[in-house]
């Protein structure tokens, strides 16, 4: 496991990408998790209720055996991925091989989940 964090981000959602480079979904979705060519944003409990436990892991880490949220690719140029606040703030953060990484999601509830996982290949 390369970190585990609980927090209550911002605006109850976390985005998965290059802290500094990445194009954020932008509009409303019925989907928990919604994405562009290089960033992955994913909902979490209301920031009012609670925390969120959120982790970020090498692919093969994680023992979930559910289909992911989110399973696709994405530009990460610097070499870096990072699970952020929508204000790019950091929060758990790994290095990566290739300029496009393979990022996959779980998430724990379709709606407001408590718990996020995230692998990167």
Do not use: Y
């Not at 998965?16 to 994405?35: C, K, N, R």
């Not at 606040?85 to 929060?91: E, P, Q, S, Y």
């Amino acid at each position: 496991m390369v970190g585990r964090i609980k927090i209550a981000p911002p605006n109850s959602v976390v985005l998965i990408m290059d802290a500094e480079f990445g194009d954020v979904p932008q509009g409303l979705s019925s989907s928990v998790v919604l994405s562009t060519s290089s960033c992955v944003a994913v909902g979490c409990l209301s920031e009012a209720d609670g925390l969120t436990e959120i982790s970020l892991e090498k692919s093969g880490a994680s023992d979930l055996r559910t289909k992911p949220s989110f399973d696709g690719f994405i530009e990460t140029p610097r070499h870096k991925i990072a699970v952020c606040t929508v204000l790019r703030k950091a929060i758990l953060e790994e290095f990566v091989s290739g300029q496009s990484t393979r990022v996959r999601v779980w998430v724990n509830d379709s709606h407001e989940p408590d718990k996020i996982v995230v692998a990167v290949d």
